[in-house]
């Protein structure tokens, strides 16, 4: 019975999170490349992403390169030199949004479409099925029925984004940044305009929110649903934060690993698809790292508020609220004890986020005083979350090598020496020799257990000894280095052949022609060279409109910015399908006209909101902004 891969997939900012995120437990990672990725700021040297695949590799683990911004006609073939480069260099595959990259000379390495793609409909996904790629990354949006019904549509595999930061816009259609500042998101500069505080205002003037961080967006978490997932069709399950810290990687890896190993140990149709298991010394905990509050976004709810409207920060872990206040401390109701150190925050009276850092803490039960040097005190009734656990940070820190592989030595003698085979869990045989000549032993019978004590000592490795067998006369005698030496060198040797029998997918892209989704395309496809041009002409687009100009916008036209899922009006409680007594409350029925006056306003200028209610989207448009 062939069993099904399941791939946990973590991020990687540069090469010491990627060595975390493998020896935690990552069956593949994704590293920025030193140009083209879709975060500009974490780009990484072929020399460190070198040093990641050789380690990943030892435990047959992937490495993915984000190859994802739209490139210019002076960019795309130094995209391709990067390509091969680093191809030549053992990576498994290249995350790519540019479809002009397939109009040119690549190396025969898999493809991955960017959830920068745009991945939300079943044509999409066949479409780039058909022309090569050899997985697809969806839309963050997508529920679990839309996610099955293109499993149903297509065979190719499905990464579903499972933990992190969203984009509040679909991904690859976010123009605002672009067209305020100057920065394009779909070429790795984001400006976060998402994070802004925001005014929304209806057609009267009406405030309904007031410098909110009305497009910021609670962190996803789809821990409680991974069985849902794999069920519809889901084989790669992706964690967010190529712009996250190592402490992040490590915690939320570990946590997933254990998930996905537990659902994986239940299904024998299931396996782990590299090598290689997990110990850890420390209790997995994703509320104990950066988390602006958790939502499963739109999985299994057509309508969710899932915006953190009151700051764009990590709030950290929910401790409890404040009971008793006094000079210089306070009294929290929790039974989670807090240490001395920790970063607590709160949100005092006004709505402003505080932090405040646990100099002392005392416990009392199911209560806990905080001493603090803080000018302000938390009122009385105050929320008070964790957002830095200095013991959990310091769990983490030593928390380096958990990740190891199943071996089997078997020792024996030679005419010149000693001799190790190691067979690993893959199946995996080397040999080592190692020159000795035996000793005449004092006590005859007593050097099989000295090997095996010895042969047991692999701390530093990544294996862990399953069975030592040991095969030498009675009579023989081998000093203790002697036997180390054979263990270190035959360890090395291991690694070595492993390394040799990793085998790299390898994919022959070849060209193709059948129609694209229709025959007009928009600067909303993402077009900037001519190789790209070149690709939708051949599959039979006739009209290209791919400019948003600076005239166009500046003489008043409705350019849409921003397409999303997320709605205010259900984040606020005023949409019209979810909320009845909102639409008793109204003199005229809100959903005959969706779209009457909203506009959002920040410092960068005013914008329209339009709502699609038929879709449960929301389009934010051009009115009236400062350019640069």
């Not at 410098?211 to 409680?224: A, I, V």
């Not at 209790?283 to 739109?298: I, V």
């Amino acid at each position: 019975m062939q069993r099904h891969p399941i791939e946990l997939l973590s991020p990687a900012r540069d090469l010491a999170c990627g060595v975390a995120a493998v020896n935690h437990g990552a069956d593949a990672v994704y590293v920025g490349a030193p140009k083209f990725g879709a975060r500009a700021a974490v780009g990484n040297s072929l020399h460190d992403i070198e040093q990641l695949i050789r380690h990943a590799h030892t435990f047959n683990a992937r490495v993915y390169i984000a190859l994802n911004t739209i490139l210019t006609d002076d960019e795309i073939e130094e995209a391709t030199r990067l390509a091969h480069s680093l191809y030549n260099i053992g990576a498994d595959a290249l995350i790519i949004q540019d479809m002009g990259l397939l109009e040119c000379e690549l190396p025969p390495i898999s493809l991955h479409a960017s959830t920068q793609c745009n991945n939300r409909t079943p044509e999409k996904v066949e479409f780039l099925e058909k022309c090569g790629f050899q997985q697809i990354v969806l839309a963050r949006e997508l529920s679990l029925a839309q996610i099955r019904e293109i499993r149903q549509n297509s065979t190719v595999p499905l990464e579903c984004f499972i933990h992190g930061a969203l984009c509040v816009s679909y991904s690859g259609q976010c123009y605002i940044s672009e067209v305020v500042t100057g920065r394009s998101a779909n070429r790795g500069e984001c400006a976060q305009f998402c994070r802004h505080k925001f005014t929304l205002k209806d057609g009267s003037g009406k405030i309904l929110a007031k410098d909110k961080y009305l497009l910021s967006l609670k962190d996803l978490d789809l821990s409680n649903h991974l069985k849902s997932l794999l069920d519809a069709g889901v084989s790669s399950f992706k964690i967010e934060g190529r712009l996250k810290g190592i402490d992040y990687v490590k915690n939320v890896t570990a946590f997933y690993r254990k998930a996905l190993d537990e659902l994986i140990d239940a299904d024998d149709n299931l396996q782990q698809l590299s090598s290689g298991r997990c110990r850890f010394t420390f209790t997995p905990d994703t509320s104990k790292s950066f988390n602006r509050g958790k939502t499963d976004y739109f999985l299994t709810k057509k309508r969710n508020r899932a915006g953190s409207i009151d700051t764009p920060k990590s709030l950290g872990e929910l401790l409890g609220k404040v009971v008793l206040t006094g000079k210089g401390s306070f009294v929290i109701a929790t039974h989670i004890t807090v240490h001395n150190g920790d970063g607590l925050c709160y949100f005092d009276e006004s709505g402003n986020l505080v932090g405040v850092k646990a100099n002392r803490a005392e416990s009392a039960g199911d209560e806990q005083k905080i001493f603090h040097r803080d000018r302000k005190n938390p009122h009385k009734g105050a929320v008070v979350y964790r957002n830095l656990d200095t013991a959990f940070i310091k769990e983490l820190r030593q928390s380096e090598n958990c990740r190891f592989l199943e071996v089997s030595f078997a020792v024996g003698e030679t005419e010149s020496g000693l001799k190790c085979q190691i067979v690993d869990e893959d199946g995996i045989c080397s040999e080592m020799l190692h020159e000795v000549k035996p000793q005449q032993a004092r006590k005859a019978g007593m050097m099989e257990s000295v090997i095996e004590r010895q042969m047991k000592k692999v701390g530093g490795t990544p294996f862990r000894v399953a069975v030592v067998k040991v095969f030498v006369r009675e009579d023989s005698f081998y000093a203790a280095s002697d036997i180390n030496e054979l263990r270190r060198a035959a360890c090395e040797q291991h690694l070595l052949v492993r390394k040799e029998k990793y085998e790299s997918q390898t994919f022959d892209l070849k060209p193709s022609s059948h129609k694209w989704l229709a025959d007009t395309v928009t600067y909303l496809d993402n077009i900037l060279n001519s190789k790209a041009k070149a690709f939708y002409a051949r599959h039979g687009v006739k009209n290209f409109q791919l400019e948003i100009s600076k005239a166009r916008l500046a003489d008043g036209s409705n350019v849409e910015l921003m397409r999303t899922r997320y709605c205010l009006k259900a984040q606020l409680g005023r949409c019209p399908k979810s909320n009845k007594k909102y639409v008793e409350s109204l003199e005229v029925d809100e959903s005959i006209n969706p779209n009457r006056h909203y506009t959002l306003n920040d410092n960068t200028g005013v914008y329209d909101l339009e709502f699609d209610c038929d879709r449960c989207e929301m389009v934010i448009r051009t009115r009236q902004a400062r350019f640069k």
